[in-house]
């Protein structure tokens, strides 16, 4: 391994030569990660010597470098193995992914920088953004945190004999619970905006203007009666409570008396 300058360990899918998955992971190394961290000594498991010994100078690499990059992107099993190797070293790493990814469960809550190569814009907020997390990383008293970390720390406090720690091993785990709830309650509120953004859409048809300046008319004008007046329909004469209770037939045609003949 390089010495003098601070190692970085990129942690990557590698694939056979010539194939998309090496020529990514090609273009990631050289494109973004070394551009992003020129003051570090940049290093693959590819380009390792002794290829009978590749195992363990990755174990080596994982444990010793003073900074480590995952690329997410397809999701390798060999990424995430060496990832938590990383994790449980306690040591700085920086995750990476390709626009579109998902991101499992588990490490959902880790901060991943995502990029798109073939944006510009975005390869060059990815190589800012990578640079700045690994000069935080390189602070001294710099604190490492990762699911793991959190779990350790938080099984450490709860086996704790300090009333204290074990209070607080509550209070995180209360915290881990509320913060289930709220993404549960932040995906039912996505859900709601999304049902009523659908149905404030306008219908896909659209009545003709005379019946839409009809139904207008309606709703601002006079009274049904004398809209349909207006209309030259009849309207139909309806009987109201009062008239039924006091016996009046005023709201019934009557027919015409016929004069009996003399």
Same mark, same amino acid.
């Given at each position: 391994m390089a010495k003098g300058k601070p190692r970085c360990f990129v942690i990557a899918p590698i694939g056979d030569a010539g194939s998309p998955i090496r020529e990514h992971s090609d273009f990631v190394l050289h494109g973004l990660i070394e551009e992003a961290l020129p003051d570090f000594a940049v290093m693959r498991s590819d380009k390792f010597g002794k290829p009978e010994m590749i195992t363990t100078q990755i174990f080596q690499a994982l444990h010793e470098c003073e900074l480590a990059v995952a690329d997410l992107t397809f999701l390798n099993p060999n990424v995430f193995y060496e990832l938590a190797i990383r994790h449980m070293v306690g040591k700085p790493v920086v995750v990476l992914a390709s626009v579109g990814t998902s991101i499992p469960f588990d490490n959902a809550p880790v901060n991943t920088i995502f990029f798109n190569h073939h944006n510009w814009e975005s390869l060059k907020a990815a190589t800012a953004a990578l640079r700045a997390a690994a000069d935080e990383a390189m602070k001294p008293g710099y604190k490492v945190s990762n699911p793991v970390t959190a779990a350790?720390? *938080? @099984?450490?406090? /709860?086996? $704790?004999?300090?009333?204290? *720690? +074990?209070?607080?091993?509550?209070?995180?785990?209360?915290? $881990?619970? @509320?913060? $289930?709830? %709220?993404?549960?309650?932040?995906?039912?509120?996505?859900? =709601? &905006?999304?049902?009523?953004?659908? %149905?404030? +859409?306008?219908?896909?048809?659209?009545?003709?203007?005379?019946?839409? &300046?009809?139904?207008?008319?309606?709703?601002?004008?006079?009274?049904? +009666?004398?809209?349909?007046?207006?209309?030259?329909?009849?309207?139909?004469?309806?009987?109201?409570?009062? #008239?039924?209770?006091?016996?009046?037939?005023?709201? =019934?045609? *009557?027919?015409?008396? =016929?004069?009996? /003949? #003399?």
């Open positions: 350790l720390g *938080e @099984l450490r406090m /709860a086996q $704790s004999g300090d009333s204290k *720690e +074990q209070m607080l091993a509550g209070v995180m785990a209360r915290l $881990s619970a @509320l913060e $289930s709830e %709220f993404k549960s309650l932040e995906s039912s509120y996505r859900v =709601q &905006n999304l049902t009523a953004d659908l %149905f404030a +859409q306008p219908p896909p048809y659209k009545p003709p203007p005379t019946y839409r &300046n009809a139904l207008e008319s309606y709703r601002t004008g006079p009274p049904l +009666q004398s809209w349909l007046s207006s209309q030259g329909v009849d309207s139909p004469t309806v009987s109201t409570p009062d #008239d039924k209770s006091t016996g009046s037939k005023a709201s =019934q045609s *009557e027919p015409p008396k =016929q004069k009996r /003949a #003399d």
